[in-house]
């Protein structure tokens, strides 16, 4: 099983950078490689089993289903279910904590994964890089830091 882990400081409470991403729909709101998204069966985003469809700017289609969502523990958990990258068995979380340390907080992004072990070291460092990363330096900058 491939892990990918990514996280970062974000110069806002928890509390703000959550209101931001807790929709399901709203990748492209804030996330910078995301062209458009929409909730199948016209359910509401944040409800747990709703599949979100969306296209990358580069054309590809991504199909994810919520499997989990936490307003007291500001996370969602998503699975993969169609892609166009050779993994199975995707579910990945995005996590936030408040830094009780100032106005911030800390941003956790991972998945796990199966895939052919050959591929493994390029699809955990695209999607650590061009995924997570990109996304939480998104935020980062929204945010001002």
Known sequence: MARVYV?????????????RVRDFNALPRWHPSIRDSRIEDALPPDKVGCIRNFNLQNGDNI????LGLS?????????????PMPLTDYIATLRL???????????????????DPSAEDD???????????????????????
């Open 7 to 19: 996280s970062s400081v974000i110069g806002a409470g928890a509390g703000r950078v959550w209101e």
């Open 63 to 66: 199909r994810e289903q919520q």
């Open 71 to 83: 307003d007291y523990d500001m996370f969602c958990t998503y699975a993969i279910l169609e892609s």
């Open 97 to 115: 904590t408040p830094v009780t340390d100032g106005d911030r907080c800390f941003a956790e992004w991972s998945a796990e994964f199966s895939c």
């Open 123 to 145: 699809l955990v460092d695209g999607i650590g890089t061009n995924v997570f990363q990109v996304g939480l330096d998104a935020l980062k900058r929204h945010f001002g830091g």
